[in-house]
Protein backbone atom coordinates (compact mmCIF):
# COMPACT_ATOMS: atom_id res chain seq x y z
CA UNK A 1 0.00 0.00 0.00
CA UNK A 2 1.27 3.31 -1.48
CA UNK A 3 2.15 6.00 1.35
CA UNK A 4 -0.40 9.12 1.26
CA UNK A 5 2.30 11.39 0.55
CA UNK A 6 3.18 9.97 -3.06
CA UNK A 7 -0.32 9.89 -4.22
CA UNK A 8 0.11 13.30 -5.36
CA UNK A 9 2.84 14.73 -7.34
CA UNK A 10 3.88 18.08 -6.09
CA UNK A 11 3.90 20.87 -8.50
CA UNK A 12 7.06 22.34 -9.88
CA UNK A 13 8.30 26.05 -9.69
CA UNK A 14 7.59 26.19 -13.51
CA UNK A 15 3.87 25.86 -12.56
CA UNK A 16 3.42 29.34 -9.90
CA UNK A 17 1.01 31.18 -11.29
CA UNK A 18 1.06 35.02 -10.92
CA UNK A 19 -2.32 36.89 -9.16
CA UNK A 20 -2.97 40.13 -9.92
CA UNK A 21 -6.72 41.76 -8.99
CA UNK A 22 -6.51 45.29 -10.35
CA UNK A 23 -9.54 47.02 -11.33
CA UNK A 24 -9.34 45.50 -14.24
CA UNK A 25 -9.82 42.22 -12.76
CA UNK A 26 -12.20 43.45 -10.13
CA UNK A 27 -14.48 45.52 -12.89
CA UNK A 28 -14.65 42.75 -15.23
CA UNK A 29 -15.69 39.73 -12.44
CA UNK A 30 -18.52 42.37 -11.48
CA UNK A 31 -19.86 43.30 -15.00
CA UNK A 32 -20.26 39.19 -15.52
CA UNK A 33 -22.21 38.86 -12.32
CA UNK A 34 -24.19 41.96 -12.94
CA UNK A 35 -25.03 40.65 -16.73
CA UNK A 36 -25.76 37.20 -15.68
CA UNK A 37 -22.83 35.51 -17.82
CA UNK A 38 -20.42 32.83 -16.85
CA UNK A 39 -17.06 32.04 -17.83
CA UNK A 40 -14.99 29.30 -18.47
CA UNK A 41 -12.28 30.76 -16.91
CA UNK A 42 -14.26 30.66 -13.71
CA UNK A 43 -15.96 27.73 -13.82
CA UNK A 44 -13.21 25.72 -14.61
CA UNK A 45 -10.52 27.03 -12.79
CA UNK A 46 -8.49 28.41 -15.39
CA UNK A 47 -4.82 29.33 -14.15
CA UNK A 48 -4.41 32.10 -16.46
CA UNK A 49 -7.77 34.01 -15.54
CA UNK A 50 -5.50 36.99 -13.56
CA UNK A 51 -3.45 37.08 -16.62
CA UNK A 52 -6.18 37.61 -19.39
CA UNK A 53 -8.72 39.40 -16.78
CA UNK A 54 -6.18 41.89 -14.84
CA UNK A 55 -3.73 42.50 -18.33
CA UNK A 56 -4.91 41.36 -21.33
CA UNK A 57 -8.47 42.33 -20.52
CA UNK A 58 -10.32 39.23 -22.46
CA UNK A 59 -12.17 35.86 -21.15
CA UNK A 60 -13.81 32.96 -23.03
CA UNK A 61 -17.55 33.38 -22.26
CA UNK A 62 -19.74 30.22 -21.35
CA UNK A 63 -22.86 30.06 -22.78
CA UNK A 64 -25.97 27.71 -22.28
CA UNK A 65 -25.74 27.88 -18.79
CA UNK A 66 -23.47 27.06 -16.00
CA UNK A 67 -24.60 23.63 -15.81
CA UNK A 68 -22.97 20.50 -18.14
CA UNK A 69 -24.62 17.37 -19.02
CA UNK A 70 -21.77 15.50 -18.93
CA UNK A 71 -18.87 14.77 -15.97
CA UNK A 72 -15.65 14.79 -17.65
CA UNK A 73 -13.44 13.76 -14.73
CA UNK A 74 -10.75 16.45 -15.59
CA UNK A 75 -13.57 19.11 -15.53
CA UNK A 76 -14.47 21.31 -13.08
CA UNK A 77 -17.51 22.90 -14.44
CA UNK A 78 -20.95 21.36 -12.62
CA UNK A 79 -22.75 18.67 -13.66
CA UNK A 80 -26.53 17.88 -13.50
CA UNK A 81 -29.92 18.91 -15.14
CA UNK A 82 -29.83 22.08 -16.94
CA UNK A 83 -31.94 25.20 -16.93
CA UNK A 84 -34.32 26.27 -19.95
CA UNK A 85 -32.93 27.86 -22.30
CA UNK A 86 -32.39 31.82 -22.25
CA UNK A 87 -32.60 33.17 -25.48
CA UNK A 88 -31.73 36.70 -24.07
CA UNK A 89 -28.15 35.77 -23.14
CA UNK A 90 -26.52 36.31 -26.60
CA UNK A 91 -27.68 40.36 -26.94
CA UNK A 92 -26.30 40.23 -22.92
CA UNK A 93 -23.02 38.60 -24.23
CA UNK A 94 -22.77 40.83 -27.48
CA UNK A 95 -23.13 43.90 -25.04
CA UNK A 96 -20.06 42.68 -22.91
CA UNK A 97 -18.30 41.98 -25.94
CA UNK A 98 -18.90 45.65 -27.41
CA UNK A 99 -18.24 47.32 -23.38
CA UNK A 100 -15.26 45.46 -23.10
CA UNK A 101 -14.09 46.75 -26.64
CA UNK A 102 -12.34 43.23 -27.52
CA UNK A 103 -10.73 42.53 -30.43
CA UNK A 104 -10.95 38.83 -30.49
CA UNK A 105 -13.42 36.93 -28.41
CA UNK A 106 -13.78 33.16 -27.65
CA UNK A 107 -17.44 31.45 -26.97
CA UNK A 108 -17.79 28.11 -25.44
CA UNK A 109 -20.43 26.25 -23.65
CA UNK A 110 -21.27 23.42 -21.72
CA UNK A 111 -22.23 20.22 -23.22
CA UNK A 112 -26.10 19.85 -23.59
CA UNK A 113 -27.04 16.90 -24.45
CA UNK A 114 -30.59 17.45 -23.53
CA UNK A 115 -31.20 19.81 -26.48
CA UNK A 116 -32.06 18.07 -29.76
CA UNK A 117 -29.09 20.50 -31.41
CA UNK A 118 -27.26 20.46 -29.12
CA UNK A 119 -27.33 24.13 -28.27
CA UNK A 120 -26.37 24.94 -31.92
CA UNK A 121 -29.17 27.78 -32.44
CA UNK A 122 -28.11 30.16 -28.86
CA UNK A 123 -24.42 29.55 -30.04
CA UNK A 124 -25.35 31.07 -33.48
CA UNK A 125 -27.26 33.88 -32.29
CA UNK A 126 -24.46 34.51 -29.81
CA UNK A 127 -21.82 34.85 -33.11
CA UNK A 128 -24.79 37.06 -35.04
CA UNK A 129 -25.78 39.36 -32.04
CA UNK A 130 -21.69 40.07 -31.35
CA UNK A 131 -20.93 40.36 -35.36
CA UNK A 132 -24.19 43.33 -35.08
CA UNK A 133 -22.44 45.52 -32.53
CA UNK A 134 -18.93 44.68 -33.20
CA UNK A 135 -18.44 43.92 -36.44
CA UNK A 136 -14.94 44.05 -36.34
CA UNK A 137 -14.37 42.22 -33.24
CA UNK A 138 -12.71 38.11 -34.54
CA UNK A 139 -15.20 35.20 -33.01
CA UNK A 140 -14.30 32.01 -32.06
CA UNK A 141 -16.43 29.20 -31.33
CA UNK A 142 -15.41 26.06 -29.04
CA UNK A 143 -18.54 23.66 -28.38
CA UNK A 144 -18.71 20.45 -27.42
CA UNK A 145 -19.06 17.81 -30.59
CA UNK A 146 -23.34 18.34 -29.83
CA UNK A 147 -23.58 14.64 -30.37
CA UNK A 148 -22.00 14.29 -33.59
CA UNK A 149 -25.02 15.16 -35.39
CA UNK A 150 -24.12 17.31 -39.04
CA UNK A 151 -27.35 19.75 -38.72
CA UNK A 152 -26.41 20.86 -35.72
CA UNK A 153 -22.69 21.86 -36.90
CA UNK A 154 -23.76 23.11 -40.22
CA UNK A 155 -26.06 26.21 -37.90
CA UNK A 156 -23.36 26.95 -36.03
CA UNK A 157 -20.92 27.35 -39.11
CA UNK A 158 -23.66 29.30 -41.29
CA UNK A 159 -23.50 32.12 -38.51
CA UNK A 160 -19.70 32.21 -39.88
CA UNK A 161 -17.49 32.22 -37.34
CA UNK A 162 -13.98 33.33 -37.59
CA UNK A 163 -12.24 30.18 -35.72
CA UNK A 164 -14.05 26.61 -35.00
CA UNK A 165 -12.08 25.35 -31.90
CA UNK A 166 -12.92 21.97 -30.95
CA UNK A 167 -10.93 20.33 -28.49
CA UNK A 168 -9.70 16.93 -28.99
CA UNK A 169 -8.39 16.92 -24.87
CA UNK A 170 -6.52 13.85 -24.82
CA UNK A 171 -5.02 11.13 -26.59
CA UNK A 172 -7.19 7.91 -28.29
CA UNK A 173 -6.57 5.27 -25.32
CA UNK A 174 -7.50 7.62 -22.70
CA UNK A 175 -10.40 9.14 -24.10
CA UNK A 176 -12.94 6.59 -22.78
CA UNK A 177 -11.36 7.17 -18.87
CA UNK A 178 -11.14 11.16 -19.44
CA UNK A 179 -14.13 12.43 -21.49
CA UNK A 180 -17.49 11.25 -20.53
CA UNK A 181 -19.88 10.57 -23.60
CA UNK A 182 -17.39 12.10 -26.05
CA UNK A 183 -15.47 10.10 -28.67
CA UNK A 184 -11.95 10.27 -30.09
CA UNK A 185 -13.01 9.48 -33.60
CA UNK A 186 -16.36 12.13 -33.38
CA UNK A 187 -14.42 14.70 -32.07
CA UNK A 188 -11.79 14.25 -35.42
CA UNK A 189 -14.84 13.90 -37.33
CA UNK A 190 -16.45 17.18 -36.33
CA UNK A 191 -13.06 19.24 -36.95
CA UNK A 192 -13.09 17.54 -40.51
CA UNK A 193 -16.54 18.11 -41.54
CA UNK A 194 -16.57 21.40 -40.37
CA UNK A 195 -13.19 22.47 -42.53
CA UNK A 196 -15.48 20.71 -44.66
CA UNK A 197 -18.46 23.06 -44.34
CA UNK A 198 -16.19 26.35 -44.72
CA UNK A 199 -12.91 25.58 -46.18
CA UNK A 200 -11.86 29.17 -45.14
CA UNK A 201 -12.32 28.92 -41.78
CA UNK A 202 -9.07 28.06 -39.30
CA UNK A 203 -9.79 25.04 -37.10
CA UNK A 204 -8.02 24.40 -33.87
CA UNK A 205 -7.81 21.68 -30.96
CA UNK A 206 -6.30 21.30 -27.83
CA UNK A 207 -4.46 18.65 -25.92
CA UNK A 208 -4.10 17.81 -22.37
CA UNK A 209 -0.87 16.65 -20.92
CA UNK A 210 -0.20 14.58 -18.12
CA UNK A 211 -2.72 11.80 -17.88
CA UNK A 212 -0.73 9.08 -18.38
CA UNK A 213 -0.24 9.12 -22.05
CA UNK A 214 2.97 8.18 -23.94
CA UNK A 215 5.11 10.62 -26.02
CA UNK A 216 4.38 8.44 -29.27
CA UNK A 217 1.32 8.91 -28.45
CA UNK A 218 1.10 12.80 -28.46
CA UNK A 219 2.34 12.73 -31.67
CA UNK A 220 0.16 10.21 -33.36
CA UNK A 221 -2.63 12.79 -31.76
CA UNK A 222 -0.95 15.05 -33.80
CA UNK A 223 -1.30 13.03 -37.15
CA UNK A 224 -4.32 12.44 -36.76
CA UNK A 225 -5.29 16.47 -36.05
CA UNK A 226 -3.47 17.08 -39.33
CA UNK A 227 -5.73 14.24 -41.42
CA UNK A 228 -8.37 15.70 -40.61
CA UNK A 229 -7.39 19.23 -41.77
CA UNK A 230 -6.60 20.82 -38.33
CA UNK A 231 -4.98 24.24 -38.45
CA UNK A 232 -3.75 25.27 -34.85
CA UNK A 233 -2.96 23.24 -31.91
CA UNK A 234 -2.49 23.75 -28.06
CA UNK A 235 -0.60 21.68 -26.02
CA UNK A 236 -0.88 22.40 -22.23
CA UNK A 237 -0.48 20.84 -18.89
CA UNK A 238 -3.37 19.18 -16.90
CA UNK A 239 -4.12 20.22 -13.51
CA UNK A 240 -6.09 18.50 -11.08
CA UNK A 241 -8.89 20.86 -10.05
CA UNK A 242 -9.83 18.89 -7.17
CA UNK A 243 -9.18 15.67 -5.55
CA UNK A 244 -12.37 13.63 -7.01
CA UNK A 245 -10.93 14.53 -10.31
CA UNK A 246 -7.94 12.27 -11.90
CA UNK A 247 -4.66 12.54 -10.95
CA UNK A 248 -1.72 14.22 -12.39
CA UNK A 249 0.26 11.57 -13.46
CA UNK A 250 3.48 13.61 -15.04
CA UNK A 251 4.77 17.58 -14.69
CA UNK A 252 6.11 17.93 -18.54
CA UNK A 253 8.70 20.29 -18.40
CA UNK A 254 8.92 23.59 -20.19
CA UNK A 255 11.83 22.21 -22.52
CA UNK A 256 9.61 19.16 -23.42
CA UNK A 257 6.69 21.55 -24.31
CA UNK A 258 9.03 23.31 -26.57
CA UNK A 259 10.24 20.22 -28.33
CA UNK A 260 6.10 19.17 -28.61
CA UNK A 261 6.06 22.43 -30.47
CA UNK A 262 9.05 22.00 -32.61
CA UNK A 263 7.31 18.39 -33.65
CA UNK A 264 3.75 20.01 -34.21
CA UNK A 265 4.90 22.78 -36.73
CA UNK A 266 6.86 20.56 -38.40
CA UNK A 267 3.90 18.29 -39.31
CA UNK A 268 1.63 21.09 -41.04
CA UNK A 269 -0.07 22.88 -37.99
CA UNK A 270 0.11 27.13 -38.34
CA UNK A 271 0.65 27.38 -35.30
CA UNK A 272 1.26 25.65 -31.64
CA UNK A 273 0.94 26.96 -28.72
CA UNK A 274 2.81 24.97 -26.27
CA UNK A 275 3.73 25.15 -22.11
CA UNK A 276 2.38 24.39 -19.12
CA UNK A 277 -0.05 27.03 -18.42
CA UNK A 278 -1.74 26.73 -22.24
CA UNK A 279 -5.22 26.48 -22.24
CA UNK A 280 -7.09 26.07 -25.34
CA UNK A 281 -8.35 30.06 -25.27
CA UNK A 282 -4.91 31.15 -24.33
CA UNK A 283 -3.70 34.21 -26.08
CA UNK A 284 -6.49 32.86 -28.00
CA UNK A 285 -6.11 36.21 -30.45
CA UNK A 286 -2.08 35.85 -31.09
CA UNK A 287 -2.71 32.49 -32.38
CA UNK A 288 -4.94 33.23 -34.96
CA UNK A 289 -3.28 35.92 -36.28
CA UNK A 290 0.04 34.24 -35.95
CA UNK A 291 -1.87 31.20 -38.11
CA UNK A 292 -2.47 33.88 -40.30
CA UNK A 293 0.89 35.03 -41.25
CA UNK A 294 1.65 31.71 -41.76
CA UNK A 295 -0.67 30.64 -44.08
CA UNK A 296 0.36 33.52 -45.86
CA UNK A 297 3.69 32.54 -46.32
CA UNK A 298 2.71 28.36 -47.47
CA UNK A 299 0.43 30.10 -50.16
CA UNK A 300 3.36 32.56 -50.83
CA UNK A 301 6.01 30.31 -51.09
CA UNK A 302 3.79 27.84 -52.98
CA UNK A 303 3.10 30.90 -55.94
CA UNK A 304 7.18 30.95 -55.78
Known amino acids: MSDRKDEYLRKPEWLKIKLNTNENYTGLKKMMKEKNLHTVCEEAKCPNIHECWAVRRTATFMILGDICTRACRFCAVKTGLPTELDWQEPERVADSVFSMNLKHVVITAVARDDLKDGGAAVFAETVRAIRRKSPFTSIEVLPSDMGGVEENLQILMDAKPDILNHNIET ?36 LMIGLGETKEEI ?60 RSSYHADEQVNEAKKNQMRLEQAKEA
Do not use: W
Request: net charge positive; proline share 6%; charged share 30%.
Open 171 to 206: VERLTPRVRARAKYDRSLEFLRRAKEMSPNTPTKSS
Open 219 to 278: IATMDDLRKNNVDIMTIGQYLQPTKKHLKVQKYYHPDEFKELKEIALSKGFSHCEAGPLV
